[in-house]
């Protein structure tokens, strides 16, 4: 069967370490095309991959004859699937979905309309590590309390471990107008007694949106938020109601030094305590961690799983291609994401108006 035929949207930072050169390598994809609002990076990334069309407008990319999927790793990314999509491309969609509900709705429209797959590239899902952690959590009797802690690390550190070609020619005004677009929406989505909280909210769908999926992919949807705090600009406290007794006890940040990724998944049971510890997701074939707690025959023991080696992002492209290819429903769906959006925005919206950071 002929490769599918990709072109590339947004050539940054995790496109370059991750998504470029798995669709360079697995025979299923051929990288035909890339696009980038940086005419430097277009051209370094072009090189790189012998990519044989190279554009900044993106409207050129979707309008080539042959492209069978548009990789959207842009920021913002509902102009370009929208319009992907209207022209009957398969979507592959960085999270989160949207910014806000309206602009996530006009995405899945879209989709339906065409007749086209779509996907959502919460990675984390397709982590082997992850998947044995959750089925272990979802057999575990008397969960009462599940943590979800993601504290970034420092960023900085991946420019030291790749060759990576930075937008240094970026046009202002183009970027000025993508910004805006972006903060237009997250006010729109959280209503004017919390658009100020509008960068909270954005740390909540680039960073935690993949701390939302595999919450769902273990544990299914909250009943709702009980309570949310801004302990500072850009970390937030949350309390999900997970029904019968259970609660989800949610906390996020950026901007810490750590020179590693401080991102768990725990839960409590009767009998045990499982946690899923992930590494830095920009390292490729970094093993997720399963601790597991427990006692045996009197005494208590704790054992440490590195599940396996290999790379989620990896995992997800060969979804997505059996998705297209054959019909598999994508494990990682549009509504799921407009979920985690809807979510995102109940969490801030939560946080007393007044409150120290809010």
Known sequence: MDPLRVGVVGCGQIAQIMHLPFLAELPQFRLDAICDLSPRVVAAVGERYHVPFRTNDFRELIARDGIDVVAVLTMDHPPVAIAAAEAGKHLFIEKPLAFSLADADRVISAVEHAGVTA???YMKRYDPGYEYGAARMQAMK????????????????????????????????????????IEAAQRAALGESHAHLASLYGMVLMLSSHDLTILRGAFGPPRGVLYSDAIAPLQILSVLDYGEGRRCVFEAAVGSRYLWFDEQLTAWGEDEI?????????????????NIRGNAEGSPYRTEIPVSNQESFRREWLHFYDCVRNGTPPRTTLADARADVALAIDMVRAIPVGSSNG
Do not use: C, K, W
């Not at 504290?151 to 910004?179: N, R």
């Not at 992930?278 to 399963?290: G, H, I, K």
């Open 119 to 121: 996907m959502i590239g």
């Open 142 to 181: 008397g969960v009462s309390l599940i943590r979800v802690h993601d504290f970034a690390g420092d960023f900085g550190v991946h420019p030291t471990l790749f060759t990576l070609v930075t937008a240094e020619d970026l046009p202002a005004d183009q970027a000025a107008t993508q910004q805006a677009s």
């Open 274 to 290: 499982i946690e899923i510890a992930f590494p830095n997701p920009y390292v490729p074939y970094a093993a997720t961690t399963v």
